[in-house]
């Protein structure tokens, strides 16, 4: 059974999965100019940092406690590596979705949609509008294993922000997605009450009244307005 938990610097290790650790997004190339640091020191420091700060920086899926894959979503100022990109976004705080990487053996069963899905929900939380991303085309898939690939994120309904003809950045508006969730819930509703003997439970606005006794209040205050006539 899967298992989403927050990123924390003590679970920084986990996010190898069966791989080694990925801190393409936390650094930039300068030429060997610096010493290079241990992965784990990086990212350590990096959680530690995003956290104190902004809040968790993603999330980590688990099964029966073996680490199996991990979602990364934070604003562009805690990504380095966007600088390097000629579609970094301009705003700062831009919420940007870093990588989404499972294990091998999970491939196929929907791991990494059910990922962005949570990082869906964390942006949700913190109340942003949108969500975008930096990711490949597919003639560039594979040069950057942490980089996700265009069709992949296209798929999920991101769209093109600001195009390029490898790394092209997408976004995925989140007032659309609230709007598609309350319309299926709208549409389950109409199916239910089409059932014989199925009542649905009736709609509540947002003063926590039931639309059913908001109808029979309107329709008492009718019938008074007409005596009252």
Same mark, same amino acid.
């Given at each position: 059974?899967?298992?989403? @938990?927050?990123?924390?610097? $003590?679970?920084?290790?986990?996010?190898?999965?069966?791989?080694?650790?990925?801190?393409?997004?936390?650094?930039?190339?300068? #030429?060997? $100019?610096? !010493?290079?640091?241990?992965?784990?020191?990086?990212?350590?420091?990096?959680?530690?940092? &995003?956290? *104190? #700060?902004? /809040?968790?920086?993603?999330?980590?899926?688990?099964?029966?406690?073996?680490?199996?894959?991990? +979602?990364?979503?934070?604003?562009?100022?805690?990504?380095?590596?966007?600088?390097?990109?000629?579609?970094?976004?301009? $705003?700062?705080?831009?919420?940007? !979705?870093?990588? +989404?990487?499972? #294990?091998?053996?999970?491939?196929? @069963?929907?791991?990494?949609?059910? !990922?962005?899905?949570?990082?869906?929900?964390?942006? !949700?939380?913190?109340?942003? @509008?949108?969500?975008?991303?930096?990711?490949?085309?597919?003639?560039? &898939? /594979?040069?950057?294993?942490?980089?996700?690939?265009?069709?992949?994120?296209?798929?999920l309904g991101f769209?093109v922000a600001r $195009?390029?003809?490898?790394?092209?950045?997408?976004?995925?508006?989140?007032?659309?997605?609230?709007?598609?969730?309350?319309?299926? *819930?709208?549409?389950?509703?109409?199916?239910?009450?089409?059932?014989?003997?199925?009542?649905?439970?009736?709609?509540?606005?947002?003063?926590? *009244?039931?639309? *059913?006794?908001?109808?029979?209040?309107?329709?008492?205050?009718?019938?008074?307005?007409?005596?009252?006539?």
């Amino acid at each position: 059974m899967r298992d989403l @938990r927050p990123l924390t610097v $003590d679970r920084v290790a986990d996010l190898a999965g069966d791989s080694a650790l990925c801190t393409f997004w936390q650094t930039v190339p300068r #030429n060997g $100019d610096i !010493l290079p640091r241990e992965p784990i020191d990086l990212l350590t420091d990096w959680v530690s940092d &995003v956290t *104190a #700060n902004w /809040g968790p920086p993603g999330r980590i899926a688990y099964v029966e406690d073996r680490p199996v894959g991990h +979602v990364l979503l934070v604003p562009a100022r805690y990504v380095p590596r966007l600088a390097a990109f000629p579609t970094t976004p301009s $705003d700062p705080a831009t919420l940007m !979705l870093v990588t +989404v990487r499972i #294990n091998a053996d999970q491939r196929g @069963r929907g791991l990494r949609k059910v !990922l962005v899905q949570a990082a869906v929900k964390e942006a !949700l939380r913190h109340r942003v @509008r949108s969500i975008e991303v930096i990711a490949a085309r597919p003639h560039a &898939v /594979g040069k950057h294993p942490c980089v996700l690939e265009s069709s992949f994120v296209e798929n999920l309904g991101f769209r093109v922000a600001r $195009d390029h003809p490898v790394y092209p950045r997408l976004r995925l508006d989140l007032r659309t997605i609230v709007t598609i969730r309350d319309g299926a *819930a709208a549409a389950v509703r109409k199916a239910l009450a089409r059932v014989p003997g199925v009542h649905p439970v009736p709609e509540t606005p947002p003063d926590g *009244a039931t639309r *059913a006794r908001v109808t029979r209040a309107r329709d008492t205050r009718a019938r008074d307005t007409r005596a009252i006539e």
